[in-house]
């Protein structure tokens, strides 16, 4: 168990629906990373939020945001979504600052209909 | 090109033999290797994580980096049927980025 919790693990929904993926981190960690998981691409790196600040951001759509509240959870909202969009999103979590390895969570299977 | 990449199998072995696993990378601004492993429906988990040159032992797992020729290995000896898993590279550059470029996996199979 590598103690970054994501919920739902599992979320079906049709195109052009907006859907809230969630992440609660490792305890202590300050740092969360949302990755996208396909067969073509792979693992993708979306965006990094840092003690509630974005910090850094990848191949993120532009309908897709993310934030990390004061608690330290984070969540993950897709807009409109395309059937392309049908994938695995991961959370992972790490004491950023101190080049700390990132530990993941088990998933989100986003399908779209 | 693509900054990491890596064989993606399938790689199939009988159980007991050494495993090697493979990777190039093209970012010279990589410091930081690490190993996952992916089980089936699962996250990926954190198996090996290295920062210079040379190898780290971990058991049964070895983990080589070249930075010289941007070539890293992941060697699992005396194999297992539950070491049956995708295996993937990835690096990043450290400082401010922690952002992780991973290469696309390999399936391992290892059988009774």
């Known amino acids: 168990d590598s103690g970054v919790t994501q919920t739902p693990k599992h979320l079906i929904t049709a195109t052009g629906q907006r859907v809230t993926l969630r992440c609660s981190p490792r305890s202590g960690d300050l740092s969360v990373y949302w990755y996208q998981q396909s067969l073509d691409q792979g693992l993708q790196f979306l965006i990094q939020y840092y003690n509630g600040e974005e910090r850094a951001k990848g191949n993120i759509l532009e309908r897709f945001s993310a934030q990390q509240f004061p608690d330290l959870h984070s969540e993950l909202n897709l807009s409109s979504l395309e059937l392309g969009d049908s994938a695995l999103y991961f959370c992972a979590s790490s004491v950023a600052g101190l080049d700390q390895p990132q530990h993941f969570g088990d998933g989100t299977r986003l399908s779209i209909l | 090109q693509k900054e990491v990449e890596q064989d993606p199998g399938p790689l199939s072995v009988p159980e007991g033999a050494i495993v090697s696993l493979n990777c190039t990378y093209s970012n010279s601004a990589f410091q930081y290797f690490m190993w996952y492993r992916q089980y089936s429906r699962k996250g990926p988990e954190l198996l090996m994580y290295t920062y210079s040159s040379g190898n780290k032992e971990d058991g049964r797992f070895t983990a080589q980096v070249d930075k010289s020729s941007k070539y890293i290995s992941l060697f699992i000896r005396d194999s297992q049927p539950s070491d049956s898993a995708t295996y993937l590279c990835?690096?990043?550059?450290?400082?401010?980025?922690?952002?992780?470029?991973f290469g696309k996996g390999t399936l391992l199979t290892v059988n009774p």
């Open positions: 990835a690096s990043y550059s450290g400082g401010s980025n922690y952002k992780l470029t």
